[in-house]
């Protein structure tokens, strides 16, 4: 095994659409740094693909899309050469948590990995407000935030520990992965179709910003290239919120996704318990990640 103490260069490398993992990977970091273990932190963006090398950990970070993770992610592995075998952590950040139909939603990248000489010996799944469909109600927003460096810091004493963490998810979910693996044609699509409104004042925003290169300023308003990844990152970020799908409108969320935002709400915000925030199905792997393992602990 791979020896993973302070002399090892622990890699972190993530996607993120609208923050979520980024947050999540720059927890990792800071975590890492407090233990004085040397770290490097990257984003995967079209056209620029992080490279590795084999020493150390490598800390693959990805939001949950359609059961799955993004394409760019299965890209950017195809991209990578692992000569020796190099230990490697794969988290998943999703809206719902452990809970079907999202049990396998590491699997294929985990498979991929595998065939690129990555060792995944850990695997686990971090949650965050949801960024598509159903806005997570404001009060259980807060309680993701505050548990996020907790949750970090548990599995930073696992990974470094070397313990070993894999899932065997459920044949149902694993089924259910291999079809949202439909969104990725179906995000190209959506990304073609995007409505740009009278508010646009072709800033270039959305240009500068799409971590697909989906966007570019062409005489004076945005043009959609065909390479989506339906992250709904220009809708939520557009500083003139000029940008509106052009099919599925219900994947957006009404009052939009700002974390920066509801982390300045933070403060001063009572929590409530879990039991009463996250109540019903829809919430259920939410309500269990925040109660799970907690003895007092979280
Ligand atoms: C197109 C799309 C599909 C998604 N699919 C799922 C899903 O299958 N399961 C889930 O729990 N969350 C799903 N989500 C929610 C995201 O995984 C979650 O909000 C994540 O924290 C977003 O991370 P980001 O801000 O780094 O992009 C989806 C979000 C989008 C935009």
Redesign the pocket.
């Known amino acids: 095994m791979t020896d993973m103490s302070q002399a090892h260069k622990v890699k972190i490398i993530?996607?993120?659409?609208?923050?979520?993992?980024?947050?999540?990977a720059e927890e990792f970091e800071r975590e890492l740094i407090s233990r004085k273990v040397p770290v490097v932190i990257s984003e995967i963006r079209a056209g620029n693909f992080p490279s590795i090398n084999d020493e150390g950990l490598l800390i693959l970070l990805?939001?949950?899309?359609?059961?799955?993770a993004?394409e760019i992610v299965y890209e950017w592995i195809e991209s990578i050469t692992v000569r020796n075998p190099l230990s490697t952590a794969v988290i998943?950040?999703?809206?719902?948590?452990n809970r079907k139909?999202?049990m396998a939603?590491r699997l294929s990248s985990i498979k991929r990995l595998e065939k690129k000489n990555c060792r995944v010996f850990y695997e686990e799944m971090l949650?965050?407000?949801?960024?598509?469909?159903k806005k997570t109600p404001e009060g259980l927003a807060i309680r993701l935030l505050e548990i996020l460096p907790l949750k970090v810091k548990d599995i930073v004493d696992e990974m470094l520990s070397e313990k070993k963490h894999r899932t065997k998810p459920p044949q149902f979910d694993r089924i259910l992965s291999r079809i949202?693996e439909l969104?990725k044609k179906g995000?190209k699509r959506f990304g073609k179709k995007i409505l740009v409104s009278d508010n646009c004042n072709g800033c270039g925003w959305c240009e500068k910003n799409c971590p697909a290169n989906n966007i570019s300023i062409t005489d004076g308003r945005p043009a959609f290239n065909g390479t989506c990844l339906?992250?709904?990152?220009c809708f939520y970020g557009c500083p003139n919120k000029a940008l509106e799908p052009g099919k599925f409108k219900f994947?957006i969320i009404k009052d939009g996704?700002d974390?920066k935002a509801l982390k300045g709400r933070m403060k001063g915000v009572k929590p409530e318990p879990v039991e009463e925030l996250a109540k019903g199905y829809l919430w259920r792997?939410v309500r269990n990640y925040l109660l799970e393992g907690n003895k007092g602990k979280y």
Not at 15 to 23: E, I, K, P, Y
Not at 62 to 68: G, L, T
């Open positions: 993530y996607f993120s659409g609208t923050g979520s993992t980024a947050l999540a990805f939001p949950v899309h359609a059961f799955n993004p998943s950040v999703s809206a719902g948590g139909p999202n939603c949650v965050m407000p949801s960024n598509w469909v949202g969104e995000a339906l992250c709904l990152k994947f996704y974390l792997g």
